[in-house]
């Protein structure tokens, strides 16, 4: 393909330093173009994120993500009328990518994130506590709530809602260990760390022999820890 190269273009001469310079800026111009696609990307990627952060927030539906950028659509023509670059403004919005499947992909993988962070502190901190509560909702399903605060070596807290658990059969103390039994073992909580269990008053929770926390007393799995109520 270049058998007359070294002839149109003799070594060390000005037409063949002119080629190579040539040469090269297209290239950078080339390299340029990918960069600011991928760039553009990366913000468009990000700015899907920060939306379907706030659908979550706020539990609305996953389809408010295409009528919120309907919105910027629409107030995007008067609000940036005067600028120079309006049209890129509003080629980036067109570009937002909110669709009902999209913003539930991206919420899906800020729940996995925020599970992948909380399992790394877990692993990190030195001592925890838990703190349980069982209530039924408004479908009449028991649901237990379990709380996380984390102390590290630099003697900081994390409070974190570690889990909730839905309970199915019966809500005796027994049930609601085997529950977290489970659960724990699912998510390999260290229990050597534990330290304290605070929960509600109920029976299930405090009777003194088949209560849940005396269960967990009773349990070889756990180790000595402190109850409050």
């Known amino acids: 393909m270049h058998s007359k190269y070294q002839i149109d273009f003799p070594l060390n001469s000005e037409i063949r330093k002119s080629k190579l310079q040539a040469l090269k ?33 706020k539990c609305t539906p996953f389809s408010d993500g295409e009528y ?7 107030v995007s023509e008067t609000l940036f009328a005067n ?6 403004i509003k080629k980036a919005i067109h ?6 499947n999209t913003v539930m992909r ?3 993988k ?16 030195v001592a925890f506590s838990l703190q349980l509560d069982e209530s039924t909702d408004i ?9 996380i605060r984390m102390v590290f070596e630099d003697l900081s807290t994390k409070e974190k809602l570690l889990s909730m658990i839905s309970l199915k059969g ?8 085997t529950e977290f039994k489970v659960y724990i073992s699912k998510i390999k909580l260290p229990l050597y760390k534990l330290l304290s269990m605070t929960t509600d008053g109920a029976p299930a929770m405090t009777g003194i022999h088949n209560g849940f926390i005396a269960l967990c007393h009773k349990d070889e799995d756990f180790s000595d820890f402190i109850s409050y109520h």
């Open 110 to 125: 800020m729940s996995e994130n925020i599970n992948e962070k909380l399992q790394r502190d877990i692993v990190r901190c």
């Open 95 to 100: 570009g937002l990518q909110l669709s009902r």
């Open 170 to 177: 019966k809500t005796r103390g027994l049930d609601i260990l």
């Open 83 to 88: 600028f120079k670059n309006k049209d890129e």
């Open 139 to 147: 479908t009449d399903t028991a649901q237990l709530i379990i709380f």
């Open 106 to 108: 991206r919420i899906e």
């Open 68 to 74: 919120i950028k309907e919105i910027f659509e629409n």
């Open 25 to 57: 800026s297209q290239l950078t111009v080339q390299e340029n173009m990918f960069s600011w696609y991928v760039e553009q990307s990366k913000v468009t990627t990000e700015a899907s994120f920060q939306v379907s952060y706030k659908i979550a927030q």
